[in-house]
């Protein structure tokens, strides 16, 4: 890739405005990412304080390409409902994997598809990737169902995954026109 446009600091859409982690996020990313409804869907086990710090330090650098991940609000009342973004940006081969999650008070709302809405053309645009893929637990129905509105298909895992995830997920592809 010649020249890297970075993502906007803060974006809108019709329910939600996203913006980069910060160290003030640390309590809801904490309640997001410790939660055991929450974590059954995650690949990692449920993370402790400062694992949650850790991850707002990992993300919070949005001018770099190989990771991002937006704090995700409603805009009517400003409450945290989740985060998304991407990681595992594979330059070479053009691909990058992406991850969303929505607070389980907020499930089965249109969520996850609008932040898939404004988030697929981002990583189309600004990295400019030829695949774009997201792993998703095999009992994960909800997830399923919102990444095949946009055209995933399930294929093979395009990075390196544990033993536990090859039985227990999928690799959903998407391959976006420009």
Known sequence: MNEMTFFPATLTSPRLIWRGLQTGDVDVIYRQFSD??????????????DEAADIITHYADMRQPRYL??????????????????????????????????????????????MLTALLPLCATHLGVNTIYAIIGHDNLASQASVRKF?????EFLRDVSDHERQTTACWHYHPTR
Request: net charge negative; charged share 20%; with cysteine.
């Open 36 to 49: 055991p409804d929450m974590c059954a869907y995650f690949s990692d086990p449920p993370c402790s304080m």
């Open 69 to 114: 991940r937006y704090a995700t609000f409603t805009s009517d009342t400003m409450e945290f409902i989740g985060t998304c973004g991407y990681h595992f940006y594979n330059v070479a081969a053009k691909q990058v994997e992406i991850g969303y999650d929505v607070w389980k008070g907020r499930w089965r709302h249109g969520y996850a598809t609008e």
């Open 151 to 155: 055209g995933f298909v399930p294929g």
